[in-house]
């Protein structure tokens, strides 16, 4: 039984893995699927840099998927494998929203954090067809969307704070080989010494 329910919990870690990427590659970005609140959400993240949505909605919908599944799934599989998936499921989903908030405000501070922030910052910067996993880059590599980073070239404006080293307002040494800061296009520094 003890094996049936640690199954379900390692089944419900890899379902959150595949809804991670479906969820984003989809309704975050496929045109056969915009408009909807996900992706309107997902392109304001885009085009904002640091926006995210509320956590409350996020915590909302969780719930709500939860309480959906709780009654089926226990009835279909048995209360502890039925409880042990969502845990699973909703401790990945967790997980996923730490990490991806985490990738935009803080440097990666082990061999992991760096490759996810390069993996993730090369969706934002380079292709957003490519590399829609932020936790793994298990489903582009299966469904051949995965890209490798190279050098993520980040626009001015969308500079993360920990990017850049506040000393000489370049890009950290620890990340000046996978990250270049590109100027500030000269159309706004133009109308930004017009305005001055
Ligand atoms: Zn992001
Ligand atoms: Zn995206």
């Not at 998936?85 to 909703?90: D, E, V």
């Amino acid at each position: 039984m003890i094996g049936f329910v640690l199954l379900a919990f390692a089944i419900g870690v890899l379902t959150w893995s595949l809804l991670e990427y479906l969820i984003h590659r989809f309704l975050g970005h496929h045109p056969k699927f915009l408009p909807n609140p996900f992706g309107a959400e997902h392109m304001r993240h885009h085009r904002e840099g640091d926006y995210f949505a509320p956590t409350w909605k996020k915590v909302l919908v969780a719930l709500g998927f939860t309480a959906l599944l709780a009654w089926p799934l226990t009835s279909l599989v048995g209360v502890g494998p039925g409880v042990a998936y969502l845990a699973g499921l909703m401790l990945m989903y967790g997980t996923y929203e730490v990490l991806h908030r985490r990738e935009h405000t803080h440097a990666g501070i082990s061999a992991y954090g760096r490759w996810a922030r390069r993996h993730h910052f090369a969706h934002h910067f380079s292709d957003s067809r490519c590399n829609h996993g932020v936790t793994s880059p298990l489903w582009d590599l299966v469904f051949g969307t995965y890209r490798a980073p190279g050098t993520v070239r980040v626009p001015a404006k969308f500079r993360m704070a920990w990017l850049v080293d506040p000393k000489t307002g370049t890009v950290r040494a620890d990340v000046s080989d996978t990250f270049v800061l590109l100027p500030e296009p000269k159309e706004s520094s133009a109308q930004t010494t017009v305005a001055a």
